[in-house]
């Protein structure tokens, strides 16, 4: 049985819980199914989401949206919409907007099926909210019953909340932390893993890089396509000498696999990761895999900043030698909201993110609202930001992106040039140098992360044209 799904059968749990606590769930379910289509995921986050159940999302998030949905069309099933841009829009309506800012754990699935109105009353027991004769007491009560309510939200094994937290670690783990830190230009550039087993694929893409970039990232399985691991190519790339940014996803890794992967990667030499949650498994080729995720990548960037910083599993254990991140996350700045995306950001960095890899950009005015909703809420300087660069090479490519990924906006004086162009490609360069160079005037940008959009053999000659000198 699986929250998340909107349609299936009554939970029927194998150990059967006391007289009372039935009742209780069969009540919660009843009333909150019919008023928020409810899948009992055992503990509730209503009151956090303005009232709308996250568990609609087909992925499962509970920290918010994935960045590929908008509020007509949701990534998973374009026929309904993204059900956190709704969140976000009842909680700007009902002023709530600070309350999306807690991390939320993931699900406990011994708890799944269960109600959480049992434990709230079981809780308000055990503290004395509730004396003998069943009346509340009303001392301190509004305090006592939020304090009750976040407890049995956030668990002692995720304790999650809405401040920052400074990185444990003064001192950088890593070339491209070393470079933000100094307040360097930083480039770095995607490498797409082979479809194979050939290492020298990915000695080659590192050949072509070796100079030109401070790091490459290794694409996780991109489209929900099974590729070369993103692991093994960043300890490829490393023994190229390209230090390798890790891309892991919240689809293809549980929280089991997050910690030893990661712990793996921390001691061959690989700490810069960016956490994604990543594209849906129905966008993959095959039979799609299983919806929803166990995490997200909010809880995927809390769990590795406590690994490190406090050296704790998620279970509680100690780690014996604590690993060395730098860890990244995904921006929008395109979003339809910047102050909503802003609030998003907030929540990563709050969780773990000390840089953002932003999407493609290609208009200079959005991402300078976007910068402007970061720094209304002080997060530029906790955090190093670099801007997606995606060479357009065609108006086939244009075309494409309009129609796929319709929030990003190409400016229409660059379209009229490049159908203009007796040699598209040329114009497509020329325009992403003219890009970065407004994107370099930005004081508030540390950096460019260059996509190359399918063409890798091109990106030394952009690389080579920035004239950068990479220590
Ligand atoms: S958050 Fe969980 S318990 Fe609350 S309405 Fe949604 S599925 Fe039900």
Redo the contacts with the bound molecule.
């Keep these: 049985m699986k ?2 799904r909107r349609f299936r059968e009554p939970f029927l749990p194998v150990q059967q819980p006391s007289l009372t606590e039935r009742f209780l769930t069969s009540i ?1 379910r009843r009333i ?2 019919f008023l ?11 009151q956090e ?1 303005a009232f709308i ?4 999302c087909p992925k499962g998030l ?1 920290n918010g949206p994935c960045g590929s949905g908008s509020s007509e069309s949701c990534c998973v099933d374009p026929s309904r919409p993204c059900i956190w841009h709704h969140i976000y829009a009842r909680a700007d309506e009902l002023d709530r907007l600070d309350r999306l800012l807690e991390v939320q754990s993931p699900l406990d699935w011994n708890r799944v099926g269960k ?2 109105w049992g434990s709230i009353v079981s809780e308000a027991r055990i503290r004395g909210l509730i004396s003998p004769i069943g009346a509340l007491r009303w001392t301190g009560w509004r305090e006592r019953v939020d304090r009750l309510f976040e407890d049995v939200r956030q668990p002692d094994w995720w304790q999650g909340d809405d401040r920052f937290h400074p990185p444990a670690l003064s001192q950088p783990v890593s070339r491209l932390q070393k470079a933000l830190d100094h307040g360097e230009f930083v480039v770095t550039a995607e490498v797409s893993p082979p479809a194979g087993s050939s290492p020298s694929i990915v000695r080659q893409k590192a050949e072509r890089l070796r100079g030109l970039v401070h790091a490459a990232n290794i694409t996780q399985n991109p489209m929900a396509t099974p590729r070369m691991s993103s692991l093994a190519c960043s300890i490829l790339l490393a023994s190229s000498g390209i230090e390798p940014v890790l891309q892991i996803t919240a689809r293809d890794y549980n929280r089991l696999a997050l910690q030893s992967e990661t712990l793996g990667a921390s001691s061959l030499g690989v700490h810069n990761i960016l956490c994604l949650t990543g594209d849906p498994p129905t966008a993959g080729r095959g039979p799609a895999g299983e919806l929803p995720f166990d995490l997200d990548a909010s809880q995927m960037l809390w769990i590795l900043r406590r690994l490190r910083d406090q050296g704790r599993f998620l279970d509680g254990r100690e780690v014996m030698t604590p690993p060395r991140f730098f860890l990244g996350a995904a921006g929008s700045p395109y979003d339809q909201n910047p102050e909503h995306e802003a609030l998003r950001l907030e929540k990563k960095i709050n969780a773990g993110a000390q840089f953002i890899q932003t999407q493609l950009v290609y208009d200079v005015a959005p991402l300078e609202r976007w910068l402007e909703a970061l720094d209304k809420r002080e997060l530029l300087d906790k955090v190093h930001i670099l801007i997606g660069i995606g060479p357009l090479r065609s108006l086939k490519m244009v075309r494409y992106i309009q129609e796929h990924i319709p929030d990003i906006t190409i400016p229409p004086n660059f379209v009229d040039r490049l159908e203009s162009s007796a040699a598209p490609e040329e114009t497509g360069l020329a325009f992403a140098m003219e890009l970065i160079g407004k994107v370099r005037q930005l004081s508030d940008v540390s950096g460019i992360h260059i996509m190359s959009m399918g063409s890798e053999e091109t990106l030394p000659h952009l690389l080579q044209e920035l004239n950068l000198v990479i220590v």
């Design positions: 929250p998340a919660e909150k199914g928020f289509n409810c899948s009992m995921c055992g503990i509730c986050l209503l989401t159940c996250p568990m609609l509970r109600g959480t």
